[in-house]
């Protein structure tokens, strides 16, 4: 069974910065893609960034402010997000695809404010 967690997401003024964490738990192979994506109200998900091993893609809305990591030995991802927007407000969703199976944690908030 795998489980994401995430945490870090908060209340942040426009122009602040947040790191958002997303710990799995369970059966975790080295090889997979780990994603962050986000749901503003009334919006349907997008992508917000992804990485596979060290090869990162980003939606073109955050090219430059946020950054992707990952500790595979903490089986973790991180989102470092800079230079926040109020159009950033939105439930950001940690994504794990591994062995042609997709896991989703529970969502954290994030709210900009301007």
């Known amino acids: 069974q795998v489980q994401l967690v995430e945490s870090g997401g908060g209340l942040v003024q426009a122009g602040g910065s947040l790191r958002l964490s997303c710990a799995a738990s369970g059966s975790i192979f080295s090889i997979n893609t780990m994603g962050w994506y986000r749901q503003a109200p009334g919006k349907q998900r997008e992508l917000v960034a992804r990485i596979f091993v060290s090869s990162t893609a980003y939606a073109d809305s955050v090219k430059g402010r946020f950054t992707i990591s990952r500790d595979n030995a903490k089986n973790t991802v991180y989102l470092q997000m800079n230079s926040l927007k109020p159009e950033d407000t939105a439930v950001y969703y940690c994504?794990?695809?591994?062995?042609?199976?997709?896991?989703w944690g529970h969502g954290t908030q994030v709210t900009v404010s301007s």
């Open positions: 994504k794990l695809d591994q062995l042609s199976r997709v896991y």
